[in-house]
């Protein structure tokens, strides 16, 4: 039986650059897998990857047994991946609601020819369509619902932004969802919360998470399994108390061991 995602002796080369090197990976359904390691390791690439930005340079990326490679990212998301960006991406101009909306539009059928002549299962889809986006905004309590759905996504604080990205994440409706760093910048409040978010994703929305995380706290509560990169190789996986008890993770990365959590 092949896992949700399986990756293969995958290499990336920027010019004479060797991002990824020789890199094996998987994910099983269900799983919560933490993306450690320090700044260039090639975190972040590897997503680029998944979602089909990059092209790898040799090796396999299997998504439920068949090959991502060669699909654009719409198409890689039309087979049940989505991911969030580092540098957080909206439309910026569209309301908070429109952002959630047209981020389904790879799930919907009715095309142009239904929106023109605005018929009556387009009206039916868009309702649903609405529907789901507020339900999708919902699960950040009353941050982006209310009066916010009527309001422009640039006038959202970071961390809000950041909570917009996820959810235009989730309303694709992945089975695999790939977080980039998504408690950067924000403060501790906030990061605790989103921590337990992430772990409702899984519980709750049904989704396999692949985490790339600096806060080694995120990491550590939410993570089942944890692999660490460095120069585009992976130098340590295992538990979170594994890896990050790994003499090389420590040197390539923790700069000293963790405190045990109290
Ligand atoms: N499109 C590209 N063209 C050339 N080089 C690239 C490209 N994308 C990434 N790189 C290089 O690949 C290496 C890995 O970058 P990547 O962004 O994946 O690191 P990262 O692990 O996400 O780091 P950080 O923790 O800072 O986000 C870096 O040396 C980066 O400069
Ligand atoms: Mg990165």
């Known amino acids: 039986m092949s896992h949700l995602l399986d990756i293969e002796e995958l290499n990336i080369t920027f010019g004479g650059l060797h991002a990824l090197r020789d890199l094996d990976f998987h994910v099983e359904e269900g799983e919560i897998v933490g993306v450690i390691g320090p700044n260039g390791a090639g975190k972040t690439t590897f997503f680029n990857m998944i ?92 941050r982006l619902v209310g009066y916010r759905l009527e309001q422009p996504a640039s006038v959202l604080s970071y961390a809000n932004r950041r909570r917009l990205e996820i959810a235009r994440a989730m309303a694709t409706r992945p089975r695999l969802l790939l977080l980039d760093e998504p408690v950067a910048g924000m403060n501790p409040i906030e990061t605790a919360e989103l921590t337990r978010l992430i772990g409702r994703l899984r519980s709750e929305w049904g989704f396999t998470i692949v985490l790339i995380e600096h806060d080694m706290n995120v990491v550590r509560d939410v993570s089942d399994r944890v692999v660490c990169l460095d120069h585009g190789e992976t130098i340590a996986q295992g538990s979170f108390e594994e890896v990050s008890s790994n003499s090389d993770v420590i040197e390539a990365y923790l700069g000293r061991p963790l405190e045990s959590k109290k």
């Open 51 to 142: 979602s089909g930005m990059v092209r790898p340079t040799s090796g396999d990326i299997l998504f439920e047994g068949e090959t991502l490679v060669g699909l654009d990212p719409n198409q890689v998301t039309q087979r049940g991946i989505a991911r969030t960006f580092q540098n957080v991406r909206l439309f910026a101009n569209m309301t908070i609601l429109e952002n959630v909306m047209v981020s389904q539009h790879c799930r919907t059928k009715r095309g142009v020819f239904g929106s023109l002549f605005n018929t009556r299962a387009f009206r039916e889809e868009e309702a649903e369509i609405r529907r789901y986006a507020e339900e999708v905004l919902g699960f950040f309590g009353s």
